[in-house]
């Protein structure tokens, strides 16, 4: 029955879905410049599933599922150990002290708490820029509640870490909205973060905040860039990508609305 019980949860767990990313991957401008900084070289974005194998776990990979076999995925790892300077001397498996699996980030946004101690915390009234601190570990820079860079760290994502804090303003904005992205349901508003993956009257109050503010043709960030909150419109109402929140948004909201949700 113990045996049985394992076999069950891990059914369980390989038949999760994947977290949600809106805007889907590939459509961020964020995106590109999250790679051009270096970080898609261990976080890469797209991988397809192995084939159905009857012994998945013989060490010749493959999926124990039909439904799970060749599938284009966006984990954003690359599955292998590095050393970026996050090290507890731990030695584990093939892990040195120093080394650590590349985390998938599909689904960070709706993560509790970062960095395999937990140590960076993204509470209810975070915003993108509480990823910054883990940025900040990849070039073995502390974090204010981490301590880091253990002695004989190779810091391998420093040239990635020095080029993210070259950034402008525009496009340091932009990769962190990317990052905001892997986690987030379409329509689901960021007024309180990181959302709950519902579609709800909270989502539809926001909704119609952005029409209010913007129409057809109009991002109604631009229309009033004095409002910081418009800045979502467009990143999480823009349902059909064309750089607006307008009446066919609204129609695919509707879609998707729950009021009893």
């Given at each position: 029955?113990?045996?049985e ?55 010749a ?10 599938k284009?995925?966006h ?18 498996g ?24 937990g ?16 940025i900040?570990?990849?070039?073995c ?13 190779q ?6 870490y ?18 905001g ?65 307008d009446?066919?948004?609204?129609s ?5 609305f729950?009021?009893?949700?």
């Amino acid at each position: 029955p113990g045996v049985e019980k394992i076999d069950a949860f891990t059914d369980f767990q390989q038949l999760l879905g994947v977290p949600p990313q809106w805007p889907p991957q590939g459509t961020l401008p964020g995106e590109t410049v999250f790679n051009q900084v270096g970080c898609g070289a261990c976080h890469i974005a797209t991988w397809t599933t192995g084939l159905l194998s009857p012994q998945p776990n013989n060490g010749a990979g493959g999926a124990a599922f039909a439904v799970l076999a060749n599938k284009t995925i966006h984990p954003y790892s690359d599955w292998l150990l590095h050393d970026i300077g996050t090290g507890d001397h731990i030695v584990f498996g093939d892990a040195t002290g120093l080394e650590f699996r590349t985390t998938p980030l599909w689904g960070l946004r709706q993560r509790v708490a970062l960095l395999h101690t937990g140590c960076v915390s993204l509470g209810s009234a975070s915003t993108v820029e509480g990823f910054v601190p883990v940025i900040d570990a990849h070039g073995c820079v502390p974090a204010a509640s981490c301590e880091f860079s253990p002695p004989g760290s190779q810091c391998e994502a420093q040239a990635s870490y020095a080029a993210f804090n070259a950034l402008a303003a525009a496009q340091r904005t932009q990769l962190l909205d990317f990052l905001g992205s892997l986690g987030r349901k379409l329509f689901d508003s960021a007024d309180s973060w990181p959302g709950d993956l519902r579609i709800n009257l909270d989502d539809w109050f926001f909704m119609t905040y952005c029409i209010a503010n913007g129409g057809p043709g109009r991002d109604p960030e631009v229309v009033n860039p004095s409002i910081p909150q418009l800045h979502d419109c467009r990143l999480g109402f823009d349902s059909d990508l064309d750089g607006d929140t307008d009446l066919r948004d609204v129609s695919d909201f509707l879609i998707l609305f729950n009021p009893d949700e």
